[in-house]
């Protein structure tokens, strides 16, 4: 079965960091370009990052450049982001998600169920 | 930035009936866009892509139309399945990849 499962969420302080992985599994992972996608509570969707399956290709949307990173390891089968100085804005639900192809960024074929990051002193 | 703007915001419709959703986008996209569908507490699901290409174990009663800055997503004949959210998306220039604000269709 392929399946995206995302962790690392949780409740941390507005100037703090946070680590998201993403682990991929039923699929070949280094096939696919991969991406995290956001949704505040009760908004629509907001894309992050995403990279190509070597890594070539990254891009972020500008709410968040030059604060996260974006990762992936393909011995490991795992996608992730590195949050720093996080903001209250930032607080949203975190998908992890599959690209339909390798390289270019496209639309996403294969969802995680997200894991939650509040920002709040 | 190409901005995504989706049109209604809400449609009603009685199960049965036929839906039609727009998704306007501020600069041509060619056929780069998709659709996604989204039920409460659920990831989003990929319906359409290539503007009009239904992704894999999509019932053929979702169709998708348009290219350059108009696009349509058809649901030919609503089942109660199908009242959720839906999403456009554009990937023709990134970053970044953008998400129009989504319609509801829910029932009349």
């Known amino acids: 079965e392929v399946q995206l499962v995302e962790s690392g969420g949780g409740l941390v302080q507005p100037g703090r960091s946070l680590r998201l992985s993403c682990a991929a599994s039923g699929f070949t992972f280094d096939g696919y370009a991969m991406h995290w996608v956001r949704q505040a509570p009760g908004k629509g969707l907001e894309w992050v990052s995403g990279?190509?399956?070597?890594?070539?290709?990254?891009g972020y949307a500008d709410s968040v450049k030059g604060r996260f990173t974006i990762s992936r390891d393909n011995a490991k089968n795992s996608l992730y982001l590195q949050m720093n100085s996080l903001r209250a804005e930032d607080t949203a639900l975190y998908y992890c998600?599959?690209?339909?192809?390798?390289?270019?960024?496209?639309?996403?074929?294969?969802w995680g169920q997200g894991t939650m990051v509040t920002v709040s002193s | 930035e190409i901005v995504m703007t989706q049109s209604p915001a809400t449609l009603s419709v009685s199960p049965g009936e036929r839906a039609t959703l727009s998704c306007r986008a501020s600069?041509?996209?060619?056929?780069?866009l998709a659709w996604y569908q989204q039920k409460p507490g659920q990831a989003p699901r990929l319906l359409i892509y290539g503007a009009s290409t239904r992704a894999t174990g999509i019932p053929a009663r979702f169709s998708g139309s348009g290219s350059g800055t108009e696009f349509t997503l058809t649901i030919s004949s609503l089942q109660s399945a199908d009242f959720a959210l839906y999403y456009c998306q554009q990937y023709n220039n990134w970053p970044p990849l953008t998400f129009g604000g989504g319609t509801k269709v829910e029932i009349k």
């Open positions: 998600a599959r690209d339909l192809y390798s390289i270019s960024f496209d639309a996403f074929d294969v």
């Open positions: 600069q041509s996209v060619d056929s780069n």
């Open positions: 990279i190509s399956w070597n890594g070539v290709n990254i």
